[in-house]
């Protein structure tokens, strides 16, 4: 029984470079989750998926951001135009309707 | 936004004294999770407790919730140094689809 795993687990990037992170998720959950986590906060949702149906988006996904699920399996979630606020540990979650969102190990973007 | 507050913000204990927690919320919710995250690591799910139930158990880990007082607790008995580590309430609000809001969580000691 695999996980969710996330790639790459850690990112080093200059400011306004574009950055793609990619998750998959435990292969029978139809539902994929987007947080971000900063120091000493719990996360905060960016997005989710059911499916390759992008469902809903937090307002703290600017137009930076964008997430994609194609064939409704993986998915990627890139940040064009990278800042030093952007600098966080992003995580991915997935889950079956009306259960508990397993959560990946994250990836910790650093922006410099 | 944070929905869940958790009280304390953190606790010490010595090994093998119980250790509890609290989560309070502001919405009608269908069901309310409590994560354990270990220092810079991904997060792990302990329990989902529902909105039409009063108790859980699972191990060392019981959990309750009051809807009527929108509170949570999560008790963990017997610690050991292992259960060191941030503990997060997440709730699945009625009104948000399945998206999770967390609180900024408790950072559990348990000195051996």
């Known amino acids: 029984d695999t996980g969710v795993s996330q790639d790459p687990r850690h990112k080093i990037t200059k400011r306004g470079q574009n950055v793609t992170f990619r998750c998959d998720p435990i292969s029978e959950h139809n539902r994929l989750y987007w947080y971000r986590q900063t120091l000493g906060q719990g996360p905060e949702f960016l997005t989710y998926?059911?499916?390759?149906?992008?469902?809903?988006k937090s307002r703290l996904l600017s137009d930076r951001f964008s997430a994609e699920r194609p064939k409704g399996s993986f998915s990627t979630l890139e940040i064009q135009r990278t800042e030093q606020g952007d600098s966080a540990m992003y995580l991915c979650a997935s889950s079956s309707r009306y259960y508990e969102q397993y959560f990946g190990p994250g990836t910790r973007l650093t922006v410099t | 936004s944070q929905q869940g507050e958790e009280d304390p913000q953190a606790l010490s204990i010595q090994e093998g004294e119980n250790a509890t927690m609290n989560c309070s919320y502001k919405t009608s919710i269908n069901n309310l999770q409590w994560y354990r995250q270990n220092s810079g690591r991904g997060l792990v799910h302990l329990i989902l407790?529902?909105?039409?139930?009063r108790e859980k158990h699972s191990g060392r880990l019981r959990v309750t919730l009051d809807t009527s007082k929108k509170s949570s607790s999560l008790l963990i008995t017997a610690s050991r140094a292992a259960d060191t580590a941030s503990y997060f309430c997440?709730?699945?609000?009625?009104?948000?689809?399945?998206?999770?809001?967390f609180g900024e969580g408790t950072q559990l000691t348990v000195n051996p």
């Open positions: 997440a709730t699945e609000e009625v009104t948000s689809g399945s998206r999770l809001t």
């Open positions: 998926f059911q499916n390759e149906a992008q469902l809903e």
């Open positions: 407790i529902r909105s039409n139930e």
